[in-house]
T-cell receptor
Framework: NAGVTQTPKFRVLKTGQSMTLLCAQDMNHEYMYWYRQDPGMGLRLIHYSVGEGTTAKGEVPDGYNVSRLKKQNFLLGLESAAPSQTSVYFC??????????????FGPGTRLTVL | GDSVTQMEGPVTLSEEAFLTINCTYTATGYPSLFWYVQYPGEGLQLLLKATKADDKGSNKGFEATYRKETTSFHLEKGSVQVSDSAVYFCALSPGAGSYQLTFGKGTKLSVIP
């Protein structure tokens, strides 16, 4: 099992450019999440998905869109990148059973710089 | 809303020293509590968790006890190693089928030989 993988690992964009970050998991998890990590801010939830074809907003959704066309993939899009979106982006997934304490498994992160 | 407050770092300790990283939370209901660890250049990994009051989570020599009366979940280790150098995040899940984690800001630990 590869677990949770993210593509790309690094990216530099110019203001106004667009890009898509790909997250893939091979654990058959229903739930997937996108977080951003900024210095001194911890991790903040951008969007999440509770199953194929579903998405929902998290704490900081503005400027991002997501899609979950396949159960194993969760895409994060930036339509018009801004310097404020410079961050490290983490994808996570989990299988939610009866308990809400199921472990979230994280990918290795994508470091995005917007100039 | 829910929130997690953890001690600010960075924390620098000598090898074999005792570690405490404080974490307190604010939440309604009965949240579950977690400690995640992030090693340099990697994603987060679950270190330990506790799902109800007085539960003790433990893993790799780390421990934390869910204290409802003080709304705390402090992380402890009796003897740290250089390999424990990482950023540690306290987090909570509201429970009742919720899927969201609320994280603290993280505490960077450096252990020197």
């Amino acid at each position: 099992n590869a677990g949770v993988t993210q593509t790309p690992k690094f990216r530099v964009l110019k203001t106004g450019q667009s890009m898509t970050l790909l997250c893939a998991q091979d654990m058959n998890h229903e739930y997937m999440y996108w977080y951003r990590q900024d210095p001194g801010m911890g991790l903040r939830l951008i969007h999440y998905s509770v199953g194929e074809g579903t998405t929902a907003k998290g704490e900081v959704p503005d400027g991002y869109n997501v899609s979950r066309l396949k159960k194993q993939n969760f895409l994060l899009g930036l339509e018009s990148a801004a310097p404020s979106q410079t961050s490290v982006y983490f994808c996570a997934s989990n299988f939610l059973g009866r308990s809400s304490t199921d472990t979230q498994y994280f990918g290795p992160g994508t470091r995005l710089t917007v100039l | 809303g829910d929130s997690v407050t953890q001690m600010e770092g960075p924390v620098t300790l000598s090898e074999e020293a005792f570690l405490t990283i404080n974490c307190t939370y604010t939440a309604t209901g009965y949240p579950s509590l977690f400690w995640y660890v992030q090693y340099p250049g990697e994603g987060l990994q679950l270190l330990l968790k506790a799902t109800k009051a007085d539960d003790k989570g433990s893993n790799k020599g780390f421990e934390a006890t869910y204290r409802k009366e003080t709304t705390s979940f402090h992380l402890e280790k009796g003897s740290v190693q250089v390999s424990d150098s990482a950023v540690y995040f306290c987090a909570l899940s509201p429970g009742a089928g919720s899927y969201q984690l609320t994280f603290g800001k993280g505490t960077k630990l450096s252990v020197i030989p």
